[in-house]
């Protein structure tokens, strides 16, 4: 068994070399170190911030489970940043798949074409119910920074 590290003091490396043996605490302390970068990534690309705690945490979990895989091509940082991108561009992908499902029951419910006049745009009535979704998006956002 390796010798005890000061884990405040320890280098990343030093503290992924511990981790992949099984110390809890040298990973307890890369998390300690990166959590707010990772953090702010997620949020950066989810602009939600349950969705970016929850995606986060999940990376947190997937970087312990996959910590062998770790092999030290990249800064523990860089790998902890590419796993939380992918996690968020995967519910990004979903989320746009949901959208567009809705999208089109939408449709079939309303009887398909009548989704859009004459000249196959989008209704005004849609537009402006769309427009007033989103304001009450940006009334939210705004309310929650006051």
């Not at 300690?32 to 947190?60: C, G, P, T, V």
């Not at 910590?67 to 796993?83: E, N, Y």
Request: with cysteine.
């Amino acid at each position: 068994m390796p010798p005890p590290i000061d884990h405040k003091a320890a280098l990343d490396v030093q503290l992924v070399a511990a981790s992949q043996a099984g110390d809890m605490v040298a990973f307890e302390e890369l998390v300690a170190r990166h959590r707010d970068k990772i953090y702010a990534r997620a949020f950066s690309m989810m602009r939600n911030e349950e969705e970016a705690i929850d995606l986060s945490q999940e990376a947190w979990v997937k970087a312990w489970q996959r910590l062998k895989q770790f092999q030290g091509d990249s800064s523990f940082a860089t790998w902890m940043t590419r796993i939380v991108i992918n996690l968020c561009l995967d519910q990004l992908r979903r989320q746009k798949r949901t959208r567009a499902e809705s999208i089109e029951q939408l449709d079939e419910e309303l009887g398909g074409d009548e989704l859009f006049d004459r000249d196959g745009d989008v209704p005004a009535i849609l537009r402006a119910a769309a427009l007033g979704v989103a304001v009450a998006e940006s009334e939210k956002r705004t309310a929650k920074l006051n």
